[in-house]
């Protein structure tokens, strides 16, 4: 849970991103609504392989490499350029994230929780990553105001990075808690 927070706290709305890449002139404002169709597209196309992949590499791995995901997406929507290629990257890389993240960390839950309390541990596990992503999203938001956009997702691009180490660490005593006899 506590991976989970500090992995949502990092975690900004698509919608910004998907403003700071109308921002760079890559898309006309009539096609912002379907921005939320291809990252939706993109996550029921990779959600079962990432399932599987899951399943068979470990739930962790694909985790992170589902925040590494988000991380890449946060770099390339502040590069110096827009255009077609930046906001379907960016489209790819937050479909590619929730699909190895959603699905995934209820598993890694249901595999840390026993049986009679797995409805609330999942439910408490949604909980926090929404919260945690609401709180991320205001924060941002105030950055954005401070700062100005590219800035304000480098900024959280660092802070992911950090937190994605400590995630690391946290998620292997897990592992090992998970191991344990």
């Known amino acids: 849970m506590l991976t989970a927070g500090l992995l949502g706290l990092l975690t900004i709305g698509d919608g910004f991103i998907y403003l700071i890449l ?7 404002v009539q096609y912002f609504p379907l921005l939320y169709v291809g990252t939706n597209v993109v996550f029921l196309l990779f959600a079962i392989p990432l399932g599987k992949l ?11 490499g589902g925040h590494l995901a988000l991380l ?14 930046s906001t379907i990257g960016c489209l790819l890389l937050l479909g590619v994230f929730y699909a190895a993240t959603d699905g995934v960390l209820a598993a890694m839950v249901s595999r840390l929780t026993r049986a009679e309390n797995l409805a609330t541990a999942l439910g408490t596990a949604q909980t926090v990553v929404a919260l945690s992503r ?3 999203t205001a924060g941002f938001g105030v950055l954005w105001y401070l700062v100005g956009p590219v800035t304000a997702v480098l900024c959280v691009a660092g802070l992911l ?10 998620l ?9 006899p």
């Open 22 to 28: 109308h921002d760079r002139g890559s898309f006309s």
């Open 54 to 64: 899951a399943d068979r590499w470990g739930r962790i791995p694909v985790f992170l």
């Open 72 to 85: 890449a997406c946060y770099v390339l929507a502040a590069l110096p350029f827009g255009g077609l290629g």
């Open 134 to 136: 609401m709180a991320a």
């Open 161 to 170: 990075t950090a937190a994605l180490a400590a995630g690391t660490v946290l």
């Open 172 to 180: 292997g005593g897990a592992r090992r808690w998970a191991a344990a």
